[in-house]
Antibody, heavy 121, light 107 residues
């Protein structure tokens, strides 16, 4: 079945880095743009970043621009989020999600189960 | 683009008609999605392009609106519908954004 599975979360000290991964299966991974979305404990959803189907275009929320990098390896059906200079306010569940169509003008139709990042000393 | 949902919490009974509003700070045409999220779970896409019901989503859900004002309606609230609902604009892929959420509780 169509699936996204995140990994790589954990407990990390402020200022450190982490790389999150998201592996897709059951669909043509290279044909879809992908998002990262996060949710702080007890809070709402926050869009983080978007990458085009071929990895040539990237877009970021202001809150993470310059610290986070989205990338993908279509040969491995895997999406990444490199998170640097982590702050306590980056503590959240991080979801990857698929754009539900051929352009960016679609909702997110497939979501992973999320991976938890906790930034604490 | 700022997305404002109202109310933030809604108390309703089984069988009630429920309406959730979402307002954009500028026009987003019809580029709006609605999601349902239950505790500890990932969000689920209910409605795309303001009014297109996703496959498998019950017909009691409907969406409407264009420009800056949008509405999600549940025609007859069922036990499985108690959850938090989010709107999301994707008019500007340079900065996509979600509304703050509406929690639908049992009255």
């Amino acid at each position: 079945q169509v699936q996204l599975v995140e990994s790589g979360g954990g407990v990390v000290q402020p200022g450190r880095s982490l790389r999150l991964s998201c592996t897709g299966s059951g669909f043509t991974f290279r044909a879809y743009a992908l998002h990262w979305v996060r949710q702080a404990p007890g809070k709402g959803l926050e869009w983080v970043a978007l990458i085009s189907y071929d990895g040539n275009s990237e877009y970021y929320a202001d809150s993470v621009n310059g610290r986070f990098t989205i990338s993908r390896d279509n040969s491995k059906n895997t999406l990444y989020l490199q998170v640097n200079s982590l702050r306590p306010e980056d503590t959240a569940v991080y979801y990857c999600a698929r754009v539900g169509g051929a352009t960016y003008h679609h909702g997110m139709d497939v979501w992973g189960q999320g991976t938890t990042v906790t930034v604490s000393s | 683009i700022q997305m404002t949902q109202s109310p933030s919490t809604l108390s309703a009974s089984l069988g009630d008609r429920v309406t959730i509003s979402c307002r954009a700070s500028q026009s987003i045409d019809g580029w709006l999605a609605w999601y349902q999220q239950k505790p500890g779970k990932a969000p689920k896409l209910l409605i795309d392009k303001a009014s297109t019901l996703q496959s498998g989503v019950p017909l009691r859900f409907s969406g409407s609106g264009f420009g800056t004002e949008f509405t999600l309606t549940i025609s007859s609230l069922q036990p499985d519908d108690f959850a938090t609902y989010y709107c999301q604009q994707y008019n500007s892929y340079l900065e996509m954004s979600f509304g703050g959420g509406t929690k639908v509780e049992i009255k």
